[in-house]
């Protein structure tokens, strides 16, 4: 049997509310408010004694009661519509994450942060928020090639920064009927929602470089999940390259998969078991490409005798692979800080923008070597 007093000791501890911080003060629940709202009306010496007073007592504003009078939430929305078994393992969206904590904490800004099934689940919630009240703004993350977010945030008011590069591609614009002057306005509509992007062209460029300059002539890039705008750019990328620098389409190209290692190791095999094989992978992320030297280990097949292995992302993965791991490196907290205050710079009533993040540079490490003899 339990005792009262145990009972007591369980019962959830009451939050402090405006009538017991103007109980200990010894003043009006309308000169509490005036104070903590900043208000006039109270001396500062009042002010003062009720703002001492409310810390003592742990009160923090009911970010409800504050949205519905017009106050802002004091939090930031950021949703993931991927697989959750594929985060477990990746270090990229913990650093993002990273570096956006950072900026926001600085301002006493809360991360709501949220997995979601899929896009239809995700436009939902922003809806929620939106009508809740429950975010000030939102960053939006795995932009789409046919995406419905940007329309849908800028419809409904609510500060967004898509964080990856442009949601929707440039509208193809038909060729007008009579001879006309081109319109400028027409070819680049005015964007719905700020942009920080990173350049995978030029990153595809330099890991190109690097191979085609050990002279790799059959190349395969392991992409991520079809229909992100940043898996489409980097497979564009790889074609361009390849062409601008006569190599064989049926010997440079890409397969796509879902970030995760199991399918990273099922691509590789089908990869190698392709004739002729490749003599250089490159991989989305660092996840799958230790994933993919696996499977070269339990095939025989030397790193970088006979393979080269490259990671779009470096990680401590790569760097105690054995061999370790050429990679990508980039400051990807350094990313998350750029969205997170170019999201508080639109908050701040700052103008749409595209920023584009530091472009990385490629680390060559005993993972890639010269082209294997034919």
């Not at 009720?50 to 106050?71: C, T, Y």
């Not at 301002?107 to 939106?130: G, H, P």
């Not at 030029?202 to 229909?227: E, F, S």
């Not at 390259?241 to 290692?261: F, K």
């Amino acid at each position: 049997m339990t005792a009262p007093g145990e009972a007591a000791r369980r019962k959830p501890a009451r939050r402090p509310t405006i009538k017991d911080i103007a109980r200990r003060a010894g003043v009006s629940e309308s000169a509490v408010s005036f104070a903590l709202n900043d208000r006039p009306g109270v001396s500062q010496d009042t002010r003062a004694r009720v703002r001492r007073v409310a810390e003592e007592l742990g009160w923090q504003a009911n970010s409800a009661a504050r949205a519905l009078s017009g106050e802002r939430a004091g939090a930031m929305g950021l949703v993931l519509a991927r697989p959750a078994q594929t985060l477990g393992v990746e270090s990229f969206f913990l650093q993002l994450v990273s570096g956006i904590q950072e900026v926001l904490s600085a301002r006493k800004i809360a991360l709501l942060f949220q997995v979601v099934e899929d896009l239809d689940t995700e436009c939902a919630l922003y809806r929620r928020w939106w009508a809740e009240r429950r975010v000030d703004g939102v960053l939006v993350v795995d932009p789409r090639t046919e995406d419905p977010r940007p329309e849908l945030l800028a419809s409904l008011g609510l500060p967004a920064v898509v964080v990856g590069g442009p949601a929707i591609p440039e509208p193809a614009i038909p060729e007008p009927a009579v001879s006309a002057p081109p319109d400028p306005a027409a070819a680049h509509p005015p964007p719905l929602l700020s942009t920080v992007w990173a350049d995978d062209a030029k990153a595809m460029a330099r890991v190109l470089d690097h191979l085609h300059g050990l002279g790799h002539r059959r190349i395969v890039h392991v992409a991520g999940m079809p229909g992100l705008a940043h898996t489409e750019r980097r497979i564009r990328s790889l074609r361009t390259e390849a062409d601008l620098r006569g190599l064989d389409e049926r010997h440079v190209h890409s397969v796509t998969t879902d970030y995760s290692d199991a399918e990273g190791a099922e691509a590789t095999r089908r990869i190698l078991d392709a004739a002729p094989p490749p003599t250089a992978i490159i991989y989305d992320n660092d996840v799958m490409a230790v994933a993919g030297a696996s499977v070269a280990a339990e095939r025989g097949i030397p790193v970088p005798g006979a393979l080269s292995i490259v990671a779009w992302d470096d990680s401590a993965l790569c760097r105690v692979t054995h061999p370790r791991l050429t990679a990508l490196v980039r400051d990807t907290p350094g990313f998350g800080r750029l969205a997170a205050q170019e999201l508080l710079a639109v908050l701040d009533g700052g103008p749409l923008r595209t920023v584009q993040g530091e472009l990385p540079h490629l680390e060559a490490r005993e993972s890639t070597g010269a082209r294997p003899p034919r």
